[in-house]
Nanobody
Framework: VQLQASGGGLAQAGGSLRLSCKTS????????MTWYRQAPGKERDFVGD???????NYIDSVKGRFTISRDYSRNTVWLQMTDLKPEDTAVYYCNTNYRGREWWGQGTLVTVSS
């Protein structure tokens, strides 16, 4: 199983970025996919997730600004981030629990300037 995250970068406050997480070596159709983030000096926190059926769940601070979606033909999950805030600055990780263990992407850095 491999998860490859990309799409991070520098954005201004109020701007947008879209992260992607391409998966391989797994049955993507049955996997719940999750996004986490880790801000400098802080622990890794849950951001949101999407079930195999496409249902989503988010932390309150990103509701209405972030959208998780998935493309079954590309085995890819997306994190669309809009109205970015400086407090969204973090390394973002995609994750799945597949066949009884946790799998992590390598992380992609998002920096939001004020």
């Amino acid at each position: 199983v491999q998860l490859q995250a990309s799409g991070g970068g520098l954005a201004q406050a109020g701007g947008s970025l879209r992260l992607s997480c391409k998966t391989s070596g797994m049955n993507f159709r049955i996997a719940k996919m999750t996004w986490y983030r880790q801000a400098p000096g802080k622990e890794r926190d849950f951001v949101g997730d999407i079930t195999s059926g496409g249902n989503t769940n988010y932390i309150d601070s990103v509701k209405g600004r972030f959208t998780i979606s998935r493309d079954y033909s590309r085995n890819t999950v997306w994190l669309q981030m809009t109205d970015l805030k400086p407090e969204d600055t973090a390394v973002y990780y995609c994750n799945t629990n597949y066949r009884g263990r946790e799998w992590w992407g390598q992380g992609t850095l998002v920096t939001v300037s004020s």
